[in-house]
C-alpha cells in the first residue's frame, strides 16, 4: 500500500478516534481497521466478505456448492452466465437466513467473489464458508492468511 495512502488512513482514524472520545467506539473502530490490514484479499465489512483467488470461475463456482452443502445448509438458487463470468449462489440455514455467494471472472485465472451474509451476518460464519470453500478445492493454506 503506497506509505502516504497509508498515513492518510492512520491520521484519519486518529482523528475519529479523537472526535467520539468516551462514546464507545474506540476499540469497535481499532478492532475493524485491525481487521481490515490483518485479512489480506479477504474483507468483511457490514456482512459481507470480499475475496478473491487465482483460480478459475467454474472452480470457485463448484467450491461455493460444495461448501454449502458440506455446511449442511440447502442451496436454494443456482445460476448465472457462464458467457459473462457471473454467478449467484443462494444457501438457507437452519434458522431460516439467507446466505449469498455471488461469483466474478476477472480473467480465466483471476476469480473475485463476495459472501453476503445480510446487515446482521456473522463474520466467523463467512470465514469458515470461505475456508470450506477452499477445502473443497484443495487450495490447502489460505493465501490471504484467514
Do not use: H, P
Not at 445448509?73 to 458467457?83: C, L, Y
Request: charged share 20%; with cysteine; hydrophobic share 50%.
Amino acid at each position: 500500500m503506497n506509505r502516504l495512502l497509508l498515513t492518510g488512513r492512520v491520521l484519519g482514524l486518529c482523528l475519529l478516534l479523537n472526535l467520539t472520545a468516551g462514546c464507545g467506539v474506540e476499540l469497535a473502530m481499532l478492532g475493524a481497521a485491525a481487521s481490515a490490514a490483518s485479512t489480506g484479499s479477504a474483507v468483511y465489512k457490514q456482512g459481507k466478505l470480499n475475496a478473491s483467488w487465482m483460480a478459475s470461475f467454474g472452480l470457485v463456482v463448484a467450491a461455493g456448492e460444495a461448501a454449502f452443502k458440506d455446511m449442511g445448509m440447502t442451496i436454494e438458487k443456482s445460476k448465472g452466465d457462464t458467457e459473462k463470468g457471473v454467478w449467484t449462489i443462494v444457501a438457507v440455514n437452519d434458522d431460516g437466513d439467507k446466505i449469498t455467494l455471488t461469483v466474478d471472472r476477472k480473467s480465466a485465472r483471476l476469480t473475485e467473489f463476495q459472501i453476503d451474509m445480510g446487515w446482521f451476518g456473522r463474520e466467523a460464519t463467512a470465514r469458515l464458508l470461505l475456508k470450506r470453500m477452499a477445502v473443497a478445492i484443495n487450495l490447502g493454506a489460505m493465501q490471504d492468511g484467514t
